[in-house]
Nanobody, 126 residues
Framework: QVQLVESGGGLVQAGGSLRLSCAVS????????MSWFRQAPGKEREFVAG????????LYIDSVKGRFTISRDNAKNTVYLQMNGLMPGDTAVYYC???????????????????WGQGTQVTVSS
């Protein structure tokens, strides 16, 4: 059984930082692309950042480029999202996701991901 468990969310002031973690168990972590999505109230879930199985390819939405960094530690079966310069518009529930495997690059559509974590709340106050 594959499980994804996020941690690291919380309340932070604008300009602050948070580091999200997603620990994965149940299958060979290094074989799969990992990504972070977020969903704000009343909005659709959106892709934020993704990293290929090897870590050699990363992809970000424009609004977080230069502020967020995704990384992975295949030895620890964990993917991270370092978020700096947080803004109120970043407030959302953040989800990590694992693809079906054999992805070419980093997919941005939610339907390309097989397993999801339960989500962690990130709230940025102004």
């Amino acid at each position: 059984q594959v499980q994804l468990v996020e941690s690291g969310g919380g309340l932070v002031q604008a300009g602050g930082s948070l580091r999200l973690s997603c620990a994965v168990s149940g299958r060979t972590f290094s074989n799969y692309t990992m990504s972070w999505f977020r969903q704000a109230p009343g909005k659709e879930r959106e892709f934020v950042a993704g990293i290929s199985w090897s870590g050699g390819t990363t992809l970000y939405i424009d609004s977080v480029k230069g502020r967020f960094t995704i990384s992975r530690d295949n030895a620890k079966n964990t993917v991270y999202l370092q978020m700096n310069g947080l803004m109120p518009g970043d407030t959302a529930v953040y989800y990590c996701a694992q693809d079906f495997g054999r992805s070419s690059g980093v997919p941005v559509r939610a339907s390309s991901y097989e397993y999801w974590g339960q989500g962690t709340q990130v709230t940025v106050s102004s």
